[in-house]
């Protein structure tokens, strides 16, 4: 996993200034992702609120997809391709930022998210697999691993979003707002 982070070294420190940026302007960080993916999102939301390795203050940070009950009740009224739609014209606004975690970047409801997002100039961010997908061609920064096999993508995203938290969580709490630094 650590060649993960030594091929994406921009596109980490992009995505931790953009996270920092949103944080610091009163923004918070929406995530989604089907799955698997699903699961990432919430781990991250999760290090985002609690902490990962320092104490300190919550940084505002949601899943979209935690809400299984809004999720499937629109899915159900609406179609899934607009379960999150729904949840980010209510909760989204300008100042803050989408991620979207996809293994092979063509879920069709991250699809309508990202594009839904992006009609309020949210910020959007695609983690996939090696070859992006719609989800990818729809956004703002596209990081991603440098495999399709899903349970490697769903890893690197992982170590990516851990290493993105720290980097965030360090300029925040200790005072260092310089550009991220990926090493």
Known sequence: MRD????LPSQIAHFADLLFVTLQSGGKLLFAGNGGSAATAQHLAAEFVGRLRRERAPMAALALNADTITLTALSNDFGVEM???RPLQALARKEDALIL???SGRSPNLVTAGRA???IH?????MTGARGGP???DADLWLAAPTDNAPCVQEAHLVIGHVVCELVESRIFTGSHGHADVK
């Open 122 to 126: 949210c910020p959007v961010v695609a």
């Open 135 to 137: 989800v990818a061609d």
């Open 83 to 85: 379960a999150y739609v």
């Open 117 to 119: 997002a992006r009609a």
């Open 101 to 103: 975690l996809t293994t």
């Open 4 to 7: 993960v982070v030594e091929q």
